[in-house]
C-alpha cells in the first residue's frame, strides 16, 4: 500500500525530497515534511489531493493526519485545484491600515472573483493570507511565489497586465 502511495510522487520529486532528507539527522527524516509537501504540490499543478498528502507520509514514515495538519495549517498549502496564477493577499494589521481593503476591492473587481475563488477559466486564483513579512512595504500581495509591495490600484494593474 505505501509503496504504491510513494509512486504517486515522481522519480523527479522523490530525488527533490530526498536533498531536504539529507539535511537532517536520518531519524529525523519527518522534518522534510513541508519541503515534501511544497514538492507534491508543484508536481500536481499547485495543489495536494488527498492522495498526494498519503504519499508523502508514506515516503516520510509519518502518519497521515500529521502531514494533513501540516498541509491544512499553513497557507502555502492548497487543497482544491487553483488557477494559473494564485494572489495570495495579506490582510494582516500593516497591510491592512495601509490599504489592503482596497487591495482587495480592486483585485476582486477586475478578477470578477471573491477571496477563495478561482475565475471561470482557470488563470486566477485570489486568496486572503496573514502576514507574509513585508509588512514594511505594506500592502502587499505574493503572485506566484513573487512579492509585489507598495500596491496601489495602477500597480496592480500593471502587474496583472505583464501576466500571461
Ligand atoms: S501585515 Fe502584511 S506583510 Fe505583514
Known amino acids: 500500500m505505501s ?3 510513494i509512486e504517486l510522487l515522481s522519480g523527479e520529486s522523490r530525488a527533490d525530497i530526498d536533498r531536504w532528507i ?13 519541503a515534501a509537501l511544497r514538492i507534491a504540490q508543484e508536481q500536481n499543478g499547485g495543489w495536494l489531493t488527498e492522495e498526494l498528502i498519503q504519499a ?3 515516503y516520510l514514515a ?15 498549502y492548497e487543497l482544491k485545484p487553483v488557477g494559473k496564477h494564485k ?5 494582516n494589521i500593516s497591510c491592512m491600515l495601509c490599504g489592503s481593503d482596497q487591495v482587495v476591492e480592486h483585485l476582486q473587481q477586475r478578477l470578477g472573483i471573491k477571496l477563495g475563488e478561482t475565475t471561470a477559466d ?5 486568496k486572503e493570507v496573514e502576514c507574509l513579512g513585508a509588512c514594511v512595504n505594506a500592502p502587499m500581495f505574493e503572485l506566484n511565489k513573487n512579492y509585489y509591495e507598495n500596491l496601489t490600484p495602477e ?3 500593471a502587474i496583472l497586465d505583464g501576466l500571461d
Open 3 to 5: 509503496e504504491k502511495m
Open 22 to 34: 539529507a539535511k537532517y539527522p536520518p531519524e529525523q527524516k519527518q522534518s522534510a515534511v513541508m
Open 56 to 58: 508523502v507520509a508514506a
Open 62 to 76: 509519518m502518519e497521515v493526519m500529521a502531514v494533513y495538519e501540516v498541509a491544512s495549517f499553513y497557507s502555502m
Open 87 to 91: 494572489i495570495s493577499v495579506c490582510t
Open 122 to 126: 482557470n488563470r486566477f486564483t485570489l
Open 155 to 157: 500597480a496592480i494593474d
